[in-house]
């Protein structure tokens, strides 16, 4: 079957429009952390919230750039060396911009093509933002038992 | 812009292979829980991962079953009256095979058809689909906190 030309399922502009609501989401549950619990609570000698914030902060808008340069930059998990909960919410919103900017960049043909993201994940770039929003998803997953432990209770799941 | 005629991003044999494929993961998951823990181990005063698992098998096939046949019936999240461990994951492969025939029967367009799903989510189909598949990531990976909580090291993300 030709993917491009079979009946379209999920288009680019939906697709962002999924990520983008999903992003809202994890920005509300970064929010909701008091300051110290974002960069100290931790469950099952798990990573803390600050630091799982950091490698989805690492992950979406520099390897969306990436993809668009083609360029195999390694990852970095700490290359923003933000020191505080507002710091993070200041990066959050300049990826949300970047984001946009770049995807705008994309054409439906280059999903489809294979890009050895970080020199490491030789797919499809449409595995590769799919595995940004899961890995998000998942994360943010962490994020709520996290708050739940803490006495906190998180933003609804379906709030985008 | 027409989504059903600009350039395929996602298509229909993508989206099932990708919703298996973390079906996959969840179910090693579960399998990952020692018996009495499924059932009783919870932090911060959420579902028990038995009660998450039926959750997401109370939602996926019957789902997508209630989608193709048009039937508004509602959600009951505990239909199965599950009992043990391996009768979750029974069900789970029952619901592998579902959703493999079911999923033959939706049409491109379908995707794209509003329906009131259980009576309550009047969405486009593609919308009703990618819940089930980011709510099954968003509640795995709160299992995955109850497995490291544990002491039990959960499969890798990227396992499918």
Sequence with gaps: MDTLTTPQVINSEYLLKHWQGHRNLTRKVID??????????????????????????????????????????????????????AEYLTKWDESTAAINANWEELSAQDFHETFNL????????????????DNEIHHRGQMFVYLRALGITPPFFWER
Tied chains: 1, 2.
């Design 118 to 133: 970080f020199g490491l994940y030789n797919f499809p770039v449409i595995q590769n933002i799919q595995y940004f929003i």
């Design 32 to 85: 909701a952390f008091p300051e110290n619990h974002f960069f100290e609570f931790t469950i099952g000698g798990m990573r803390t919230a600050a630091q799982l914030t950091a490698e989805i902060l690492a992950m979406g808008a520099p390897a969306l750039k990436s993809i668009v340069d083609r360029s195999e930059e390694p990852f970095s998990e700490n290359r923003f060396n933000l020191e505080t909960k």
